[in-house]
């Protein structure tokens, strides 16, 4: 974990385990990014990771896996305190209510937090920001939502002139970790060094959007968890604290965040798209690059298909935590819980804004000058003609013209290719003979 940069790489928070890896090519067949080779008969991280954790579905043998605080757990505070994704509500049945669930974490955790609550009080700032656009006719739009990490990373290394484009609020989960370290603080109620705050979280880029944030110069969080690795263990408390303490404080609208369309359902009138699933994502981050969503407002992009609860994190199937998310909505209600005079105040304050860095994570080709770009891509398609254009993976790159890339870039031999180096042999023996 964390090994800093490497060739100007980014850290990345996925691990594949040599053990378990048999070099099948899927991870690196599911990788958005490219990002994955197979070399020697096991799968490597070589290119922009973006911890979107499509490899960790896409391996049948479990050997790919994210990295979490759970991994470095004795470095853990003594203290901990944890906010939980609304995707937990959606974990243990319909009959089970966010209260019970919260209250059985409390029990595994000692203290938590319903970020739920904060998810509305998002919902509300968005709507202020965007009517604020209105009536100065910005251009720019669609804004695009800053709350899911692995597309704010694609757009960072994929689609950088789209990064002005990404909504400039803090995300809800920082708010709730940087609220909840400001009372602790000011009540001292801990040492600063005695307590440390958690994401409860079904995705795989938490780590890396809390260790290497984009638009804050530092976490308000620690660490984050997966639902799944503390799953078992919440589940032993379920209904076993009679209390009647109130965590929960949200309605239908912040728990709904949970499911692809659930932050753009919260906002007031206007015109806007939620998009899931990282092939559509892209398609529709190509539609705004070409400037064929102008008429758009917001869109809400979520990496995992059906959102949040899709994550490769979670606990149970994508489709029974939907059903078990429409429920709740439906009990809860879908009108926000919040203040809105006082949501207005903080507003205006600055409360929600992100002191967002201005510098963009280097990609590959941005170490280039434009003649050595140009001389590199000249050479990337003498290779690309060589190549039988079949697709197969079997060189260990994930299709032709990204191993043309690896050749050029003395990342792999031109005779890896086994169609390409067979029909060599056959050429040399019809001249020879």
């Known amino acids: 974990m964390g090994k800093g940069r490497e060739n100007n790489l980014p850290t990345h928070y996925v691990q594949i385990d040599d053990k378990l890896c048999n070099g099948c090519v899927l991870c690196m067949k599911a990788c958005p990014t490219k990002a994955i080779r197979v070399r020697n008969g096991k799968a490597r991280i070589r290119g922009v990771c973006i911890d979107c954790g499509e490899c960790i579905r896409a391996c049948p043998r479990g050997a790919v896996k994210a990295i979490t605080t759970v991994q470095d757990a004795a470095r853990m505070k003594p203290y901990t305190i944890l906010s939980s994704s609304p995707v937990l509500y959606t974990q243990f049945g319909e009959e089970v209510t966010p209260n019970d669930i919260l209250l059985a974490l409390r029990k595994v955790f000692r203290h938590v937090y319903d970020q739920a609550y904060v998810n509305e009080l998002f919902n509300v700032a968005t709507e202020f920001y965007i009517r604020e656009r209105r009536e100065t006719e910005e251009e720019g739009w669609p804004l695009i939502s800053p709350i ?28 709730a970790a940087r609220e909840v370290r400001r009372r602790l603080y000011c009540e001292s109620v801990f040492k600063t060094e005695e307590f440390g705050i958690y994401h409860l979280s079904p995705c795989s880029a938490k780590m890396i959007s809390i260790k290497e944030p984009l638009f804050l110069n530092s976490s308000y969080l620690d660490g984050a968890l997966g639902i799944n690795e503390v799953y078992e263990e919440i589940k032993k408390f379920i209904g076993k604290d009679n209390s009647n303490i109130m965590i929960h404080r949200s309605g239908g609208v912040g728990i709904w965040w949970g499911m692809s369309g659930g932050e753009i359902a919260g906002l007031d009138s206007g015109k806007y798209l939620a998009v899931s699933g990282m092939p559509e994502t892209i398609k529709y981050l190509e539609m705004i690059e070409m400037g064929l969503l102008g008429n758009i407002e917001y869109v809400e992009f979520r990496a995992c298909s059906e959102g949040c609860i899709g994550g490769p994190m979670t606990a149970v199937d994508k489709y029974e935590a939907k059903h078990v998310l ?49 001389q590199r891509q000249e050479r990337v398609e003498e290779v690309y003609r ?6 197969c993976g079997i060189c260990g ?25 067979s029909r060599d042999r056959k050429v040399k023996i019809v001249h020879e003979g």
């Open 148 to 175: 899911c990490p692995v597309v704010n990373r694609l757009i960072a290394y994929r689609f950088p002139q789209l990064f002005k484009n990404i909504l400039p609020l803090i995300p809800p989960r920082e708010i």
């Open 326 to 374: 429409q429920k709740l909505v439906r009990t809860y209600g879908v009108r926000k819980k919040v203040d809105y005079s006082q949501a207005r105040k903080a507003y205006r304050e600055g409360w929600f804004l992100a002191d967002r860095k201005t510098d963009i994570p280097p990609h590959r080709s941005g170490t280039l000058s434009i003649s050595e770009a140009i």
């Open 386 to 391: 060589l190549l039988p254009k079949k697709e």
């Open 397 to 421: 790159s994930p299709d032709c013209r990204t191993f043309a890339e690896d050749v050029v870039d003395g990342e792999a031999d031109l005779d890896d290719c086994p169609i390409h180096k």
